[in-house]
């Protein structure tokens, strides 16, 4: 093919699948995803609408959930997307994980099997004194966190963090912060948090993509948290 005949090929857009048929030269391998403008209506309707909800959730006018139905509503009426291809945007894996791990939490939680671990874990790291406590309270956060949602462990493991300070006597700032940190910063599964759900569908990872990045990032963030928490307070 002239580099003349393949410039007039590229140029020519829409019109390449009705030249191409005409041709041998090219062979379709694979398409991409055509990008439907909406228009200034729809964009407007679409936008609008996800910032309204987002705000009247905020000020608390509106639940997220009814917010996002009545949007979701209004996108069919204006033929944004069609009920296919919004069938075809549900992750169904990802849902999956959600609810199987709100059951696993619902299920540690109120077997006690939660508060057991917590106990132990502290009564484990109670010899080592005020640091390996920290540093107990902030794995069990961070395991706890990695499988029954960061806000559950929160709820397990603060008042066991509170005690152990107070029983040491020493300031209980760094054993409450470090068990803030521990669950704002959970790596290790895709439902320790929820930017961990946000990449893990789109970017195709599996549950062992995060255990072998997450688990030594986890023990980096530990060890940095633990030191400069000792350092200010201890």
């Known amino acids: 093919m002239s580099p003349y005949l393949f410039q007039r090929y590229l140029m020519i857009e829409k019109k390449f699948q009705e030249i191409a048929k005409a041709t041998n030269d090219f062979y379709t391998i694979s398409k991409i995803k055509?990008?439907?403008?909406?228009?200034?209506?729809?964009?407007?309707?679409?936008?609008?609408?996800?910032?309204?909800?987002?705000?009247?959730?905020?000020?608390?006018?509106?639940?997220l959930f009814t917010g996002l139905l009545?949007?979701?509503?209004?996108?069919?009426?204006?033929?944004?997307?069609?009920?296919?291809?919004?069938?075809?945007?549900?992750?169904?894996?990802?849902?999956?994980?959600?609810?199987?791990?709100?059951?696993?939490g619902t299920a540690m939680i109120k077997t006690g099997v939660a508060d057991t671990l917590a106990n132990g874990m502290m009564y484990v790291f109670k010899p080592m004194g005020k640091y390996g406590l920290l540093v107990g309270v902030y794995l069990i956060t961070s395991l706890l966190a990695a499988f029954i949602t960061n806000k559950a462990a929160v709820a397990i493991?603060?008042?066991?963090?509170?005690?152990?300070?107070?029983?040491?006597?020493?300031?209980?700032?760094?054993?409450?912060?470090?068990?803030?940190?521990?669950a704002a910063a959970n790596f290790m599964t895709p439902i320790g948090y929820q930017t961990n759900l946000m990449v893990y569908g789109p970017g195709g990872y599996r549950f062992k993509d995060f255990l072998i990045v997450g688990t030594p990032l986890t023990i980096i963030y530990m060890i940095v948290t633990v030191l400069i928490l000792s350092f200010l307070y201890l």
């Not at 008042?159 to 700032?173: E, F, K, N, Q, W």
């Open 70 to 104: 009545i949007l979701l509503i209004i996108t069919q009426l204006l033929n944004i997307v069609s009920p296919k291809d919004l069938a075809k945007s549900v992750d169904y894996q990802l849902a999956l994980i959600i609810a199987l791990s709100l059951a696993l």
């Open 34 to 63: 055509e990008i439907r403008r909406l228009g200034a209506l729809r964009t407007f309707v679409l936008v609008g609408g996800m910032l309204l909800v987002i705000i009247l959730n905020v000020v608390g006018l509106a639940k």
């Open 157 to 182: 493991v603060f008042p066991i963090s509170l005690t152990v300070a107070l029983h040491l006597g020493v300031d209980t700032t760094p054993f409450i912060l470090v068990v803030a940190f521990a």
